[in-house]
């Protein structure tokens, strides 16, 4: 098993950035693809951006492709979400998530582990 604990939402106004964290405990954080998914209000949970298991395959959802990056720093067993020209449209709870098996890295039903949720907030 491996434990997900997101880090760094907070509120900022349009235009603006932030940069969430995800750090995993338990196994090997390079055993496990790993992505981003969002909640807004109202809405149901949405894919955001996936990257593999040393980082050479990365997925974004067009929504944020070219705003968003992904990383991950495997050493550090920390996933993150560097997010650049915030809209109040990505105003969400933010969520990480991973598996050791994937098969489509967009899928929610794909991912075995969650972290509890990072709210972000974006001001007009």
């Known amino acids: 098993q491996v434990q997900l604990v997101e880090s760094g939402g907070g509120l900022v106004q349009a235009g603006g950035s932030l940069r969430l964290s995800c750090a995993a405990s338990?196994?090997?954080?390079?055993?496990?693809?790993a992505a981003w998914f969002r909640q807004a209000p109202g809405k149901e949970r949405e894919f955001v951006a996936a990257?593999?298991?040393?980082?050479?395959?990365?997925y974004y959802a067009d929504s944020v492709k070219g705003r968003f990056t992904i990383s991950r720093d495997n050493a550090k067993n920390t996933l993150f979400l560097q997010m650049n020209s915030l809209k109040p449209a990505d105003t969400a709870v933010y969520y990480c998530a991973a598996s050791a098996v994937i098969a489509s890295m967009a899928a929610e039903y794909e991912y075995d582990y969650w972290g509890q949720g990072t709210q972000v907030t974006v001001s007009s």
């Open positions: 990257i593999s298991w040393i980082g050479s395959t990365i």
């Open positions: 338990g196994r090997t954080f390079s055993d496990f693809a």
